[in-house]
């Protein structure tokens, strides 16, 4: 079996919950649903664009610490509280995606865990060895 990397941003809830913010096994990282959170607190309230770059951002960090890049990415699954919010979030998706251009899908939900949260994103990347 190949090897399992984990990484961790360092959140309190990594522990708490037990989840890593990415895995890695063999050419394959899967990214943790991840939110606009800094140091315990919301980043970018009320701006789904703000909240959207700032995930891809953290998720861009964390592709990067398990060997990979945004290039290698072929799945994201983006979740928003209200799906009229879809061309905002899709706009800042579309500047780290545009030429990657990923399956994706993007579904509303009833909540996040907090709030002032209104974008989720997980993602599957692959790594060509």
């Known amino acids: 079996m190949a090897e399992r990397k984990r990484i961790s941003t360092g959140d309190l809830w990594e522990s708490v919950v037990g989840y890593s913010r990415a895995i890695r096994v063999g050419s394959v ?5 991840t939110t606009a959170v800094k140091d315990g607190e919301v980043v970018a309230k009320g701006d789904p664009y703000g909240q959207t770059r700032f995930i891809l951002e953290k998720i861009t960090g ?5 060997g990979g890049k945004m290039e290698d990415v072929v799945r994201t699954r983006i979740f928003v509280t209200n799906i009229t919010h879809w061309q905002q979030v899709g706009k800042a998706h579309g ?17 996040l ?17």
């Open 95 to 111: 500047e780290f995606f545009r030429d990657i251009r990923p399956a994706s899908t993007m579904v509303e939900v009833s909540s």
């Open 62 to 66: 964390a592709l990067e610490e398990a």
């Open 29 to 33: 990282i899967e990214v943790a649903g």
């Open 113 to 129: 865990v907090n709030p002032d949260m209104l974008v989720e994103i997980e993602l599957t990347a692959i790594i060509d060895l």
